[in-house]
């Protein structure tokens, strides 16, 4: 049974793992005998993330790069080809939050956050799979949001980047399944990190969180760790195209 789960060997990218869920990621891909390739947009960033890791005895590496530049990307991903091997796993996680109501938003920030949360993903991917076809293996996974299926206020932005990389999850995994990658996306609910401190910090909005969720609590980071793993190894082999939400049952009820 333990075969089934397993990813020893594998070499996982992580888009911005330098911190939150990107890094608990790294971590539980660590812990599972994976090599991990932390990404984050400088080294400086990503110093202490890989030492913390390093030393917990995981085989890491950090390459820092801006998910958003072809160039860099297509640069980077080629060194990781070159010095570490072949990358098996592609996870997506690199996300932003830029928050205004709509109707005052910066075009700025509205590109911006479209550029990161989903721009990103394509051309982070279109470098990987390069690779990838020739070899016919490959496993991506999309780190979405519940904001892909319903909106709140002030991110119309996240919403319609998240929205829309649920879709390129399917479109990647129609074009792409003839090559044996598979393309899934994760679906967090509300956890605790960075990017929702703002939100953990105000008491409505964490009062709102723990009223709403049946679990009635913040979901903790490693606890995308598991979908992560399935998705990544052999119990997912026929699973392409699939938004699996780890929201403490959020979406299961009005
Ligand atoms: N925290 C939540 O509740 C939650 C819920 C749903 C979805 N998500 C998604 O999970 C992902 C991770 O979120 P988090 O909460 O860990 O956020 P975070 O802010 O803690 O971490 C984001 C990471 O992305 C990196 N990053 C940002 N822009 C980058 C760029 N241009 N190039 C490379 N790296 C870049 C940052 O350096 C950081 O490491 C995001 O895609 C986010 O939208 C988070």
Known sequence: MESLFDVKGKIVLITGSSRGIGFCLAKGFCDAGATVVMNGTSDATLKDSIDTLKAAGGNVFGYAFDVTDEKDVARNISLIEERIGYISILINNAGIQRRFPLEQMPLDDWKKVIDVDLNSAFIVSQAVVKYMIPRKYGRIINITSLNSEA????????????GGLKMLTKSMATEWGKYNILTNAIGPGYFSTDLTKSLQDDPKFDEWVKS???L???GKPEELVGAAIFLSSEAASYVNGHSLYVDGGWQACL
């Open 151 to 162: 909106a709140r206020n002030s991110i119309g932005n996240y919403c319609a980047a998240k």
């Open 216 to 218: 009635q609590r913040w």
């Open 212 to 214: 709403e969720v049946p």
